[in-house]
C-alpha cells in the first residue's frame, strides 16, 4: 500500500477483502501491517480514516495503538465511534457478535431507526463471505433484531414485570438493491398494534435498510407478543407430537 497521495481511506473488516478490492478501500489487517511497515510515515500528512463494517470499538482501539507506535496519532484521524448495541434482551443474542441493531432510537410517533451494525465474526460471516455485497440474510436477520428491539424495548416495557413470547406469523422481504459493507440505517414503522389485552399483543411493522440514499431491503413483519404461559401448553402439545412422529412412526 503507497501513502503518497493519500488523504482518506476507507477502512473494512478482513471478511470483506473482495470489496475493499473492488472499491480501493483496504482491510483491518492489511492498513494495521502498513502503519507498522512505516508506509505513512512520510510523507508526514494527516489521513482521515472512515471505517466500515467489520471495525467495531476493539478494532479501532488497536489502530489508535498502531498509529501511536509511528508517532502518528495526531495526524491519523479516525472519524467514525461505534454506536451503542442494543441489549440482548432485546435482540435475543447471546453473543455481541451476532448482534446487528445499535444507537436505537425513536423518531417518531410510530417509528424508530438504528444503525446497522456488522461485526467481522458475525455468525453470517464465518462460513462463507466470498462476494463483494453482504449477503442478503444479513438484511433479514438485521430486520428481525430490529422489530424485536423496538418490541422488546419500545412496546412491551409497559409491562415491565412479564417476559414475552414473541411469534412471528408472516414475514416478507423485499430485496432492492445490493447491501454493502459500509454504513447502513434501519428504519420501523409500526403499521398497527394493539395494546388493549396485555396477555396478547398483536402488531404489524415494516422495517427498511437504507445504504446510501437507497432501500437495500424492505421487509414486513405480522407478529403476536403473547404474555408468559398463553402459548407454553401449545408448544409442549406440539413438541410431543413432533417427537412421537419420529419414535412411533406410522404404518411402520
Known amino acids: 500500500m503507497?501513502?503518497?497521495?493519500?488523504?482518506?481511506?476507507?477502512?473494512?473488516?478482513?471478511?470483506?477483502?473482495?470489496?475493499?478490492?473492488?472499491?480501493?478501500?483496504t482491510t483491518f489487517s492489511a492498513f494495521v501491517h502498513a502503519l507498522d511497515n512505516g508506509d505513512f510515515d512520510s510523507p508526514r500528512e494527516e489521513l482521515t480514516v472512515h471505517t466500515g463494517q467489520g471495525i467495531g470499538d476493539y478494532e479501532l482501539g488497536y489502530l489508535r495503538?498502531?498509529?501511536?507506535?509511528?508517532?502518528?496519532?495526531?495526524?491519523?484521524?479516525?472519524?467514525?465511534?461505534?454506536?451503542?448495541?442494543?441489549?440482548?434482551?432485546?435482540?435475543?443474542?447471546?453473543?455481541?457478535?451476532?448482534?446487528?441493531?445499535?444507537?436505537?432510537?425513536?423518531?417518531?410517533?410510530?417509528?424508530?431507526?438504528?444503525?446497522l451494525r456488522l461485526h467481522d465474526h458475525n455468525e453470517l460471516l464465518v462460513d462463507v463471505q466470498d462476494r463483494v455485497h453482504v449477503q442478503g440474510m444479513v438484511a433479514i436477520e438485521a430486520s428481525r433484531q430490529m422489530f424485536l428491539a423496538v418490541t422488546e424495548g419500545h412496546v412491551l416495557s409497559r409491562w415491565p414485570q412479564q417476559r414475552y413470547y414473541i411469534?412471528?406469523?408472516?414475514?416478507?422481504?423485499?430485496?432492492?438493491?445490493?447491501?454493502?459493507?459500509?454504513?447502513?440505517?434501519?428504519?420501523l414503522h409500526i403499521d398497527s398494534i394493539d395494546v388493549s389485552d396485555p396477555g396478547k399483543v398483536p402488531l404489524r411493522v415494516t422495517v427498511t435498510v437504507e445504504q446510501a440514499g437507497r432501500s437495500?431491503?424492505?421487509?414486513?413483519?405480522?407478529?403476536?407478543?403473547?404474555?408468559?404461559?398463553?402459548?407454553?401448553?401449545?408448544?409442549?402439545?406440539?413438541?410431543?407430537?413432533?417427537?412421537?412422529?419420529?419414535?412411533?412412526?406410522?404404518?411402520?
Open 65 to 115: 495503538e498502531a498509529a501511536t507506535r509511528r508517532g502518528l496519532e495526531t495526524l491519523i484521524r479516525l472519524t467514525d465511534q461505534p454506536a451503542e448495541l442494543v441489549g440482548r434482551q432485546h435482540v435475543h443474542k447471546a453473543r455481541a457478535d451476532n448482534v446487528l441493531v445499535a444507537g436505537l432510537e425513536q423518531t417518531g410517533e410510530a417509528d424508530f431507526e438504528a444503525e
Open 2 to 25: 503507497s501513502a503518497e497521495s493519500a488523504r482518506s481511506l476507507l477502512v473494512v473488516g478482513d471478511r470483506f477483502a473482495d470489496f475493499a478490492h473492488a472499491v480501493g478501500a
Open 216 to 252: 437495500a431491503a424492505t421487509t414486513t413483519v405480522d407478529m403476536i407478543a403473547f404474555a408468559p404461559g398463553v402459548v407454553d401448553g401449545k408448544e409442549l402439545r406440539r413438541a410431543k407430537h413432533a417427537a412421537a412422529a419420529v419414535t412411533e412412526p406410522v404404518g411402520v
Open 167 to 187: 411469534v412471528i406469523n408472516d414475514m416478507n422481504t423485499k430485496f432492492e438493491n445490493f447491501l454493502f459493507p459500509v454504513r447502513a440505517r434501519l428504519h
